[in-house]
């Protein structure tokens, strides 16, 4: 049987729960300024070269972040339900991105326009402390990694991404779990058996 399916309003509520809470027409406003989206496994939310124009919360799915360098794919996040995904750079310097973001499986996403973010965030100070708790929680997951990948072994970086987002380990291929802490396939899976028999 299929789960049903949320409303704008559940996805309002889940964001308010998160992230900040929210008055009844606070809800009713960021509501409003939610774009549901769906992604057949393979499609693109954001190309490189495009301008990434919103925040987008996952309501159910999994999806890559990546670039390309020398060649080679690298990822750079993976996101899953109730994560949220965006090409920062790109979103505020309003330039193309350099990252390209792909849905992995069939996902449903609710898009946060920048615009109508902003516009709505000036006069509601709990869409103001969502907006910026939203940023603050991606600048804290770009210095994890960033640290994950400087100071950790490649045992403690596949163990701290197990504690930190479980449901990646479980639903990612194996391949772009190892891209994403910059090891080989093989390494990866050395690691976990290693792992496993702790």
Do not use: W
């Amino acid at each position: 049987m299929k789960e049903p399916i949320l409303t704008k309003r559940d996805i309002a509520r889940e964001l308010a729960r998160k992230y900040s809470t929210m008055a009844h027409d606070e809800l009713d406003i960021l509501e409003s300024i939610l774009v549901p989206m769906k992604f057949a496994r393979g499609e693109t939310v954001v190309n490189e070269g495009e301008v990434c124009d919103a925040i987008y919360y996952v309501e159910r799915g999994l999806f890559r972040e990546y670039y390309y360098k020398n060649n080679k794919e690298v990822t750079e996040y993976l996101a899953v339900d109730g994560n949220v995904f965006m090409c920062i750079e790109s979103l505020f310097q309003n330039e193309p991105s350099k990252l390209i973001v792909e849905a992995l499986e069939s996902s449903v996403v609710y898009a946060l326009p920048k615009d109508r973010l902003e516009e709505v965030a000036l006069h509601n100070v709990n869409i103001q402390i969502l907006y910026r708790k939203i940023l603050e929680e991606s600048l804290i997951i770009s210095q994890r990694r960033a640290d994950l990948l400087r100071f950790e072994s490649a045992k403690d970086r596949y163990r701290k991404l197990c504690k930190l987002n479980p449901k990646v380990i479980m639903k990612a291929p194996l391949v772009y779990i190892a891209s994403y802490l910059q090891m080989t396939p093989e390494t990866l899976s050395r690691v976990r058996s290693a792992v496993a028999l702790e």
